[in-house]
C-alpha cells in the first residue's frame, strides 16, 4: 500500500464515519429507538467500500460518540450509549458493514446488493432486539414487537435505495481508484 493509498484510505474512513454522524441526526422518535438514515449510511458505506475501511468507519463513528460528540440519533453520545437497551443497534452496524462489505462489490448485480444489505441489516435487528430484551427483562418477541417491527418497512426502502444508488455512486466514483472492484 502506498502513502497515497493510505491516506486515501483514511480520507474515506474518516469522511464514512461523518457521513454517519450527519445521518444519524435526521431521526423520527416512534418509541424507544428513533427512526434514523444511519442503517442507510452503513449500508451504503458497506456497499461501496472494502471491509477494513467500510467496519473502521462505523467503529470510528462509535468511538466518536463514546468520547462525549453528540453524534448518535437525537444528538446523544457518551459511552454509556454503548452499553444501554439501544447499543445492540449501535454493535450492529458494525456487522452490517463488515458482512454487507464482504458480500459485494462494485460490480456486484443489483440482486446480490440487496441481499448482502438485508443480511447485514438483519444482524442489526437481531443484535438490538436480543440486547434491548436482556437490558429491559422483556421477552424476545415483545422486544420484537417493540424494536424491530416498526422498522421494517422503512428498512427495506433504505435498502432499496442502497440498492439503486450503489452502482451509480461507485460509476461517479470511479475515478477515486480506492473503491473497490
Known sequence: MTKSTSLQSLVLVAMSAAIIAVLSQLSINLGP????????????????????????????????????????????????????????????????????STLTSANSPLWRIFIANIVGDTFVFILGALVYAFHLKVSLADSFTAVVLPFLLADTIKIVLITVMAPLLAKALSTVDYFKA
Open 33 to 100: 429507538i428513533p427512526l434514523t438514515l444511519q442503517t442507510f449510511a452503513v449500508g451504503l458505506i458497506a456497499t461501496l467500500l472494502k471491509t477494513k475501511e467500510a467496519s473502521l468507519s462505523v467503529l470510528i463513528y462509535l468511538l466518536l460518540g463514546a468520547i462525549g460528540l453528540p453524534v448518535f440519533a437525537g444528538g446523544g453520545s457518551g459511552f454509556q450509549a454503548l452499553l444501554g437497551p439501544a447499543s445492540g443497534f449501535l454493535w450492529g452496524f458494525v456487522i452490517y458493514a463488515a458482512v454487507t
